[in-house]
């Protein structure tokens, strides 16, 4: 899976702000709300990429205490085992699904 995090060629460094919405998308990108990409991301690569993130601003002190507790999350969510690929994809026509229900 390639890393989608900030490119070296950016003109001034990501602010925290910018790192923190990354972590963010990622968070929701794993948690299947992107139902069309969801066959081409790894969830738990995601989950990995936003941790050395959140770490890495931790280590800058450019956390709030709020997003300190980010990384517990993350960290949790790594240890539970991924589903199967079968249940991920029923799990995703299902959010599908009851995303159209919901929508009408």
Same mark, same amino acid.
């Given at each position: 899976?390639?890393?989608?995090?900030?490119?070296?060629?950016?003109?001034?460094?990501?602010?925290?702000?910018?790192?923190?919405?990354?972590?963010?998308?990622?968070?929701?990108?794993?948690?299947?709300?992107?139902?069309?990409?969801?066959?081409?991301?790894?969830? =738990?690569? &995601? *989950?990995?990429?936003?941790? $050395?993130? +959140? %770490? !890495? @601003?931790?280590?800058?002190?450019?956390?709030?205490?709020?997003?300190?507790?980010?990384?517990?999350?993350?960290?949790?969510?790594?240890?539970?085992?991924?589903?199967?690929?079968?249940? =991920?994809? &029923? *799990?995703?026509?299902?959010? $599908?699904? +009851? %995303? !159209? @229900?919901?929508?009408?």
């Amino acid at each position: 899976m390639p890393n989608y995090t900030f490119s070296k060629s950016l003109s001034h460094p990501p602010t925290r702000a910018e790192q923190t919405n990354v972590v963010v998308s990622y968070w929701k990108l794993r948690q299947g709300n992107a139902v069309t990409a969801a066959d081409h991301l790894d969830p =738990r690569a &995601l *989950l990995e990429q936003a941790l $050395a993130i +959140l %770490h !890495r @601003l931790h280590d800058q002190s450019r956390l709030t205490r709020t997003q300190e507790d980010w990384i517990i999350q993350f960290e949790r969510a790594l240890q539970v085992p991924p589903p199967p690929r079968v249940m =991920r994809r &029923l *799990l995703s026509y299902g959010r $599908a699904w +009851l %995303h !159209r @229900l919901i929508s009408r």
